[in-house]
């Protein structure tokens, strides 16, 4: 493997002061903080190169540097020992477990100080060379899911990395983390009426066109899966009912949540499309999605209804960002679509 040319972007020749920082927010960093930020970016973009280098299996390098509230700086890279996703961790997990467990200590030694634990900045970098950077990084869907909380990140959490786009001009990307997170305002219900009025986005109305599907078909994709949802005894463990559908063709596949423990337990929707991946001998198109159940939510535990982690794995190869979104809220029936639940900002390109 060739040798790196960073030259350009060793800090003594760079002007950070110069290097713009694009967001959607106007944020104001201070010259200090940006020259913090881009050391970060560096050292985990050196990380993650070396972390190809020594050989981890998917050939693919990241690290990411966070700052925590306390303004302390952890940083880790993705660690794969194996090709399945159990044995993974990515570059964001790794750090964040580092600060996690970083802050924990310090409060074990000196509990007076309390122990208040937030992530304030994501650095992530990539081992792709800096000088062929284009899109900016992003977390992946695992991560998202494990992101989607309030107990260690909040509002505010900001993500950065580099990026160069088509002047190739180098620069910071700066992104709310809130922002690639489904509708967090958005609460499903487990109380079903067929007389709920049905609200549909206009990227959604789009899709109905696309795949010729009607209000009449919405309703009976959700009697289903709410008809399921009363039969579901399966779930004695957890406590937590959640049903999924997944409409193709002309027809509908439904699938109970099943619990093996607490915490684990078969996830519905991507039960259901393996399911009809196999009846349709992997020429499956899903047009639309459907969830049913009950939300655990409060200030400080979300277990939601809808996995982000399913909803990453179908939308890349048998569903879409146009994909229909069915859900069932308190007062109404949301109908959307998987890319605006999940926005991708981001195309992960794996390639192993
Ligand atoms: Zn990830």
């Known amino acids: 493997m060739a040798e790196e040319k960073i030259s350009l972007e060793t800090i003594s020749e760079v002007d950070i002061e110069k290097i713009p920082v694009i967001s959607d927010y106007?944020?104001?960093l201070s010259l200090e903080e940006k020259i913090e930020i881009y050391n970060k970016l560096l050292e985990a973009h050196k990380l993650a190169k070396t972390n190809v280098k020594v050989g981890n299996v998917t050939n693919?390098?990241?690290?990411?540097?966070?700052c925590t509230n306390k303004n302390k700086w952890s940083l880790g890279t993705n660690f794969n020992n194996t090709r399945n996703d159990i044995s993974s961790v990515c570059g964001e997990r790794s750090a964040i477990l580092s600060a996690y467990n970083y802050a924990l200590v310090s409060y074990m030694k000196n509990p007076q100080s309390g122990f208040d634990f937030k992530i304030k900045y994501m650095c992530m970098s990539s081992n792709i060379d800096i000088n062929d950077y284009y899109d900016f990084i992003v977390p992946c869907e695992d991560c998202l899911s494990w992101l989607n909380t309030n107990r260690c990140f909040d509002e505010d959490t900001m993500i950065f990395s580099f990026v160069r786009k088509e002047d190739r001009i180098l620069k910071i990307s700066?992104?709310?983390?809130?922002?690639?997170?489904?509708?967090?305002?958005?609460k499903t219900s487990s109380i079903y009426s067929e007389n709920k009025d049905i609200k549909t986005t206009p990227l959604a109305q789009k899709s109905l066109l696309k795949f010729k599907i009607d209000k009449n078909i919405i309703k009976n994709i959700l009697f289903k899966t709410y008809e399921a949802y009363k039969n579901n005894n399966l779930v004695k463990i957890s406590g937590q009912n959640i049903i999924a559908s997944v409409f193709f063709g002309d027809e509908i596949m439904t699938f109970k949540k099943l619990d093996w423990t607490k915490r684990w337990f078969v996830e519905p929707l991507e039960h259901a499309c393996a399911e009809a991946m196999q009846k349709t001998d992997g020429n499956l198109e899903i047009k639309a999605v459907c969830y049913?159940?009950?939300?655990?939510?409060?200030?400080?535990?979300?277990?939601?209804v809808v996995s982000i982690k399913t909803l990453g794995r179908i939308r890349?190869?048998?569903a879409s960002g146009d994909t229909l979104l069915i859900l069932n809220l308190e007062n109404e029936i949301l109908v959307t679509t998987i890319g605006e639940?999940?926005?991708k900002k981001f195309v992960q390109g794996y390639k192993i």
Do not use: C, M, W
């Not at 049913?292 to 939601?304: A, L, P, R, T, V």
């Open 26 to 28: 106007g944020i104001d």
């Open 60 to 66: 693919r390098g990241f690290a990411t540097y966070v």
């Open 174 to 186: 700066a992104t709310k983390l809130v922002d690639l997170l489904p509708y967090r305002i958005v």
């Open 292 to 304: 049913f159940g009950d939300e655990y939510n409060n200030s400080e535990i979300k277990d939601g």
């Open 316 to 318: 890349q190869k048998h």
């Open 341 to 343: 639940y999940l926005p």
